[in-house]
T-cell receptor, first 112, second 114 residues
């Protein structure tokens, strides 16, 4: 069964203290892995899509990487405005079922 | 460009009642997906509509249903509400079906069943 596990559940950083969030997944075949950011009281906001092992994508202080078993979201020199819950989702390439399977997220707090 | 609009934002219903939630996608988007979000289960996929046809369905009971209109607006209905249906219901729109394209989420409808 497809499964997505994110760690840690919660992370508190000082402004400027770089770190990484992990998303490990189990699927029969990966069609795509997605990263979203969710602020309190709002819907998730799209960040990245990764399709194959070795792929990397960057956006401002965020960099997402993908291996065959997991993805990392690296946050370099974070700022308080990066505080949010970061969600990972995967899509299986089996058959015609293209629904996303979501992790529970990592709640990130960046202190000034 | 207007974003995804969900109405109402908040709703309180009594157990046994039914409820209808509405989602207006971004103009030009023909795919609308619905999710239930709870602290313990995270985001769980309900169903996806594309060009008025249901393309994907999650593992929810038949009390949860949806439809999409010719203007791509979508509604979700939950009948015979249970306490466990209390959640944030999110809809997402995209230009293609099956998560092939970036999805844009609305702010959600917070449903409380008492």
């Amino acid at each position: 069964e497809d499964q997505v596990t994110q760690s840690p559940e919660a992370l508190r950083l000082q402004e400027g203290e770089s770190s990484s969030l992990n998303c490990s997944y189990t699927v029969s075949g990966l069609r795509g892995l997605f990263w979203y950011r969710q602020d309190p009281g709002k819907g998730p906001e799209f960040l990245f899509t990764l399709y194959s092992a070795g792929e990397e994508k960057e956006k401002e202080r965020l960099k997402a990487t993908l291996t065959k078993k997991e993805s990392f979201l690296h946050i370099t020199a974070p700022k308080p405005e990066d505080s949010a819950t970061y969600l990972c989702a995967v899509q299986d390439n089996a058959g015609n079922n293209r629904k996303l399977i979501w992790g529970l997220g990592t709640s990130l707090a960046v202190n000034p | 460009k207007a974003g995804v609009t969900q109405t109402p934002r908040y709703l309180i219903k009594t157990r046994g009642q039914q409820v209808t939630l509405s989602c207006s996608p971004i103009s030009g988007h023909r795919s609308v997906s619905w999710y239930q979000q709870t602290p313990g289960q995270g985001l769980q996929f309900l169903f996806e509509y594309f060009s008025e046809t249901q393309r994907n369905k999650g593992n929810f009971p038949g009390r949860f249903s949806g439809r999409q209109f010719s203007n791509s607006r979508s509604e979700m209905n939950v009948s015979t509400l249970e306490l466990g249906d209390s959640a944030l219901y999110l809809c997402a729109s995209s230009s293609e079906w099956g998560a092939s394209a970036e999805a844009f989420f609305g702010q959600g409808t917070r449903l409380t069943v008492v």
